[in-house]
């Protein structure tokens, strides 16, 4: 099955800093990855996600990319801000067949 | 509904009791899955039904944990004889098709003491 692998554990950067988020994964049939963040108490919800057919995608400050021959996609948020301070989680699947497979988690720090 | 429910919130209960968690996912989502969160860890799967396929119950640890769903609608997880660590959040969510976002629930917080 899937295998998501998702680095650094922590991250502590300073407002208006980016961040960068790095997942690798095994299958290389999976075709769907997405990003979700999850806010201390709160239930995890999507924030972007990216398809196997482009290599990056955009939406605002956050743009995710991905590179189809050496299994990796990242999340880089740039101009961070306090209330990006969550943990983040990557995922693979191949959609409509597989499970989502989620990484373990990136705990994001932004300092003021 | 306006959202994935769950129930209950919080639940206590001592080692060796059945548990049963309950999901009621958004109305008209034919995906529904199960994830166990704990403590500062990640999303772990534990068993996905998606309309009237056979669910995939690849992720679930042990046969002390099963699931079962009611065609589209509620499901329920039921871990026999808990364990201590089998204490964690246990997060339902759901999907309209087979692609696309997933919308969680606020959790279950089960402890076993």
């Known amino acids: 099955g899937e295998n998501v692998e998702q680095h650094p554990s922590t991250l502590s950067v300073q407002e208006g800093d980016s961040a960068v988020i790095k997942c690798t994964y095994s299958d290389s049939a999976s075709n769907y990855f997405p990003w979700y963040k999850q806010e201390l108490g709160k239930r995890p919800q999507l924030i972007i996600d990216i398809r196997s057919n482009v290599g990056e995608k955009k939406d605002q400050r956050i743009a995710v990319t991905l590179n189809k021959t050496a299994k990796h996609f990242s999340l880089h948020i740039t101009e961070t801000q306090p209330e990006d301070s969550a943990v983040y989680f990557c995922?693979?699947?191949?959609?409509?067949?597989?499970?989502?497979?989620f990484g373990k988690g990136t705990r994001l720090s932004v300092i003021a | 509904g306006a959202g994935v429910s769950q129930s209950p919130s919080n639940k206590v209960t001592e080692k060796g009791k059945d548990v049963e968690l309950r999901c009621d996912p958004i109305?008209?989502?034919?995906?529904l899955y199960w994830y166990r969160q704990r403590l500062g860890q990640g999303l772990e799967f534990l068993i996905y039904?998606?309309?009237?396929?056979?669910?995939?119950k690849s992720g679930l640890p042990s046969d002390r944990f099963s699931a079962e769903r009611t065609g589209e609608s509620v499901s329920t997880l039921t871990i026999q004889r808990t364990q201590q660590e089998d204490s964690a959040v246990y997060l339902c969510?759901?999907?309209?098709?087979?692609?696309?976002?997933?919308?969680f629930g606020e959790g279950s917080r089960l402890t076993v003491l």
């Open positions: 995922a693979a699947s191949i959609q409509g067949n597989t499970p989502l497979v």
């Open positions: 039904f998606q309309g009237n396929s056979a669910p995939d």
């Open positions: 109305s008209g989502h034919t995906a």
């Open positions: 969510a759901s999907r309209a098709g087979s692609t696309g976002e997933l919308f």
